[in-house]
């Protein structure tokens, strides 16, 4: 795996409504692996209200949020967080997570542990 990205959501005091919603909102993202039409680092983010393309490198998302407010939308932040490029903050509550964080990726979801490392995140 790359390395870990360093992200603005790893503190307590931080952690906003888009990075909350990338987590707990139902959504699958796909690669190429899935998706014939995405190139490498291109993901396809699938929610019950449409399907939005995030290309990693250039950091860009196709939906009206990231389009029109210039924000790191919500889809951003969950192809992140489901590759795990971006750790999930340790203190979240696990059981508030999408069951699919990461089903349809070879790269695995990560969650940052107490003592500053990182770890694959599973089902407890």
């Known amino acids: 795996m790359s390395s870990v990205k360093a992200d603005a ?3 307590a005091g931080t952690f906003d409504e ?3 919603r990338a987590l707990t909102e139902t959504m699958s993202v796909l690669d190429g ?3 014939d ?3 490498d680092e291109e993901f396809s983010v699938v929610t019950p209200t449409g399907t939005y393309r ?3 490198i250039a950091e860009t998302c196709d939906c009206p949020d990231a389009l029109h407010r210039g924000a790191r939308c919500k889809h951003q932040r969950r192809v992140d967080y489901a590759r795990g490029a971006v750790p ?3 203190w979240v509550n696990r059981s508030a997570i999408d069951d ?3 089903q349809h990726l070879s790269a695995s979801p990560r969650i940052a542990t107490p003592d500053g490392q990182t770890e694959v ?3 407890e």
């Open 37 to 39: 039409d995405l190139r």
């Open 33 to 35: 692996r899935l998706d």
């Open 100 to 102: 699919d964080l990461g």
């Open 88 to 90: 999930i903050p340790g």
């Open 54 to 56: 995030v290309d990693a």
């Open 9 to 11: 959501t790893t503190g």
């Open 18 to 20: 888009r990075a909350a």
């Open 121 to 123: 995140l599973t089902d």
